[in-house]
């Protein structure tokens, strides 16, 4: 008797939860997939303490599983693999990176062993006077659900914006390094810009 990867079984979990956080009676229809080759995230974790040098700040690279955007609610949802995480160059040595890595990815902050899914999904899209939109949606995380509020500017098959979390909301105390002389504040940016895939529907 065959048996499905363990991988593959986290994919379908993924998919049966956000499945069932889309609103009831959405059109299906009209689903769109993202194009999670071409749509980025990137998450900035600002540097505090005595000795945190200037413009040394994490930027932290974050690549799409899988996403869809259905216009006719219009609803959102999109999951992430926690594990592929990557702290990227930037100004910091690679003794740093590979420690902040460590860190980011271990127990002590994201716990990918026991979390390895990251969620968002729109609750509601408000489209504001011009261009932008406000999202109300809620980012699952850590074990964590938690009212997320986006700020969106659509365009031509593409949508950017970015929004500002409390790593502490989500149970994760920031983390320190180099003894404590070094940390990071609890807030941190998420920019994205997302890419509806060319054929748009699934």
Known sequence: M???PLSTRYAFIAAAVLCTL???????AEEWLIDTERSTITVRVFKSGPVSPAGGDYVIQV?????SFDPSVPHMQLAI?????RVLEGALSAKERQEVQALMLGADVLD???FPWISFHSVEIQRLDGAEWLV???LGMHGHVRATPVSVTPGHNRYKG????RQSEYGIAPLTLAGGTVGVKDEITIDFDIVIAEGRSP
């Open 81 to 85: 693999d926690a594990r592929r995480m």
């Open 162 to 165: 970015s929004t500002t979390i």
């Open 63 to 67: 690549p799409l599983m899988d996403g």
């Open 136 to 138: 109300q949606g809620e």
């Open 112 to 114: 990918v062993d026991r």
């Open 22 to 28: 889309a609103p009831r009676g959405a059109a299906f």
């Open 2 to 4: 065959s048996t499905i």
